[in-house]
């Protein structure tokens, strides 16, 4: 990586498939281990390609599409902390988001629908 990025984990840490496979593209294929699981394998990811891939995954991973445009239901900000019921297995994948990114928070965004009459 160059010196100007450190990196804070790797495509390896992830347990999810979908968020490994996503930060083995958006990663860097560096020798060095990793600080996070020390791996030397997985592709490195510092703290900007780690924000995007949260974009990624979980804001436009549940965009909702309606009739007249959409919305993501999920939603990240720093002013609070997580208020979404994640699954089991994605649990110790946050981790590796919420001590870098400090405080990030995912909230379900309620959306105003209009329906048509």
């Given at each position: ?16 498939q ?38 990624r ?29 994640l ?6 994948d946050?981790?590796?988001w ?14 105003r ?5």
């Amino acid at each position: 990586m160059p010196p100007a990025t450190e990196s804070i984990a790797c495509s390896k840490c992830f347990m999810d498939q979908g968020l490994h496979l996503d930060a083995e593209q958006l990663g860097i294929s560096d020798d060095a281990a990793c600080p996070s699981c020390g791996s030397t394998e997985g592709h490195k990811i510092d703290k900007e390609k780690l924000e995007t891939l949260a974009y990624r995954f979980f804001v436009w991973g549940s965009f909702w599409r309606t009739d007249y445009g959409g919305a993501p239901l999920i939603q990240f900000n720093e002013h609070q902390s997580t208020s979404i019921e994640l699954s089991p297995w994605l649990k110790s994948d946050i981790a590796l988001w919420t001590k870098p990114l400090r405080a990030i928070g995912a909230a379900i965004v309620s959306l105003r629908l209009v329906e048509r009459m």
